[in-house]
């Protein structure tokens, strides 16, 4: 059974770097896509960007500016990077593994999340 | 971008209860639309995508239906388990984007 887990720091102050790793378990990073998504409290779902196994990124143009991802396909583990960061990129972060069927895309599993608060 | 608009933004209802979710896209997305369920404090799940194909272990008695840019998710008989949160999300363009959200409550 394939499973996701994030992990990172919890705080990072304002104008640093929030860096999160997704580590894949129970199955193979390759063939499929894999996205970063996150959630202010109460509020609703941002898409921020995904990553292919041979490294090719594509991010939402509201952070372009702000955000880089990797992956390592020996480790099993793709990761996020957003800098500059303010008290508005407070959210829980989720890594969701990103489908697809046909031309039809689709985020089909997900990690539990990890909240980034940031804060001086 | 493409926006997306759900209504109501939330309800109450009652189990046994039919129940039925808009989702509005700012322009046409053929049927290139998924819906979401998530709970308090639970990552999100994928229970419709192409806008109509229910995924593998979600309850037949959810349905998706629309195309262009009129959706619904509907709910024949709310069960317990059902009160959460409802997103649809398009994945006919980038930057794939979400609607806001609809509450189902306990009436």
């Known amino acids: 059974q394939v499973q996701m887990q994030e992990s990172g720091p919890g705080l990072v102050k304002p104008s640093e770097t929030l860096s999160l790793t997704c580590t894949v378990s129970?199955?193979?990073?390759?063939?499929?896509?894999w996205s970063w998504i996150r959630q202010p409290a109460g509020q609703g779902l941002e898409w921020i960007g995904r990553?292919?196994?041979?490294?090719?990124?594509d991010y939402n143009s509201s952070l372009k500016s702000r955000v880089s991802m990797s992956i390592d396909t020996s480790k099993n583990q793709f990761s996020l990077r957003l800098n500059s960061v303010t008290a508005a990129d407070t959210a829980i972060y989720y890594c969701?593994?990103?489908?697809?069927?046909?031309?039809?895309?689709?985020?089909?599993?997900w990690g539990r999340g990890t909240l980034v608060t940031v804060s001086s | 971008d493409i926006q997306m608009t759900q209504s109501p933004s939330s309800l109450s209802a009652s189990v046994g209860d039919r129940v039925t979710i808009t989702c509005r896209t700012s322009?046409?997305?053929?049927?290139?639309l998924n819906w979401f369920q998530q709970r308090p404090g639970e990552a999100p799940k994928l229970l419709i995508n192409?806008?109509?194909s229910l995924q593998d272990g979600a309850p037949s008695r959810f349905t998706g239906g629309g195309s262009g840019t009129g959706f619904t998710l509907t709910i024949s008989s709310l069960q317990p388990e059902d009160f959460a949160t409802y997103y649809c999300?398009?994945?006919?363009?980038?930057?794939?984007?979400f609607g806001q959200g609809t509450k189902v409550q306990i009436k």
């Open positions: 990553i292919y196994t041979n490294g090719n990124t």
């Open positions: 999300q398009q994945s006919f363009s980038l930057p794939w984007t």
């Open positions: 322009q046409s997305i053929s049927n290139y």
């Open positions: 192409a806008a109509s």
């Open positions: 129970g199955g193979s990073l390759t063939n499929y896509f």
């Open positions: 969701a593994r990103t489908a697809r069927s046909s031309l039809y895309w689709y985020f089909d599993l």
